[in-house]
């Protein structure tokens, strides 16, 4: 099995079967993003205690990139330390626009290969950059 192979069957095994899919009732930040060009809309959702992203989910509609990214993120931000989300931020968005993907991203890394397709980028960031703005805006609380 190729490496494309590989990284494709990641993205359609989380876009058929999605982690963390629905609304989280009550949430600490809710924060909603769009990408107009492929009319992908995601709205992340987290509990946020001590620091810690106790719950994570993702609710929206969109293609196959971005559903399977968001649900990797939740999955993988669950537990974490605030800070350490953020820098998980920065590497997924660094590796997306073209830098070798950071140490343990795991999973994550199968996202590389939407790189070929430059209009593809903001599908699999948009769940990141969402992600990004709610922990923004708790910040700023």
């Keep these: 099995m190729s490496l494309d192979d590989l ?29 107009p060009l492929c009319g992908d ?4 959702s987290l509990c946020v205690g001590d620091g810690v992203v106790r719950d994570a989910r993702f609710d929206g509609k ?18 974490r330390r605030v800070e350490e989300v953020s820098r998980l931020i920065a590497a997924v968005k660094a590796m997306m626009h073209g830098e ?4 343990d991203l795991g999973d994550l890394e199968a996202l590389q290969g939407v790189r070929r397709f430059p209009v593809r980028v903001k599908c699999a960031t948009l769940g990141w950059v969402t992600l990004e703005q709610a922990l923004a805006d708790l910040a700023r609380r």
């Design 7 to 35: 990284y494709r069957d990641v993205i359609l095994e989380h876009y058929s079967h999605p982690r963390n899919k629905g609304v989280l009732e009550p949430a600490d930040i809710t924060s909603e993003g769009a990408n």
């Design 41 to 44: 809309e995601i709205r992340i």
């Design 62 to 79: 969109g293609c196959s990139i971005s559903q399977a990214s968001a649900s990797m993120m939740t999955e993988r931000i669950k537990g």
């Design 100 to 103: 070798p993907p950071g140490k």
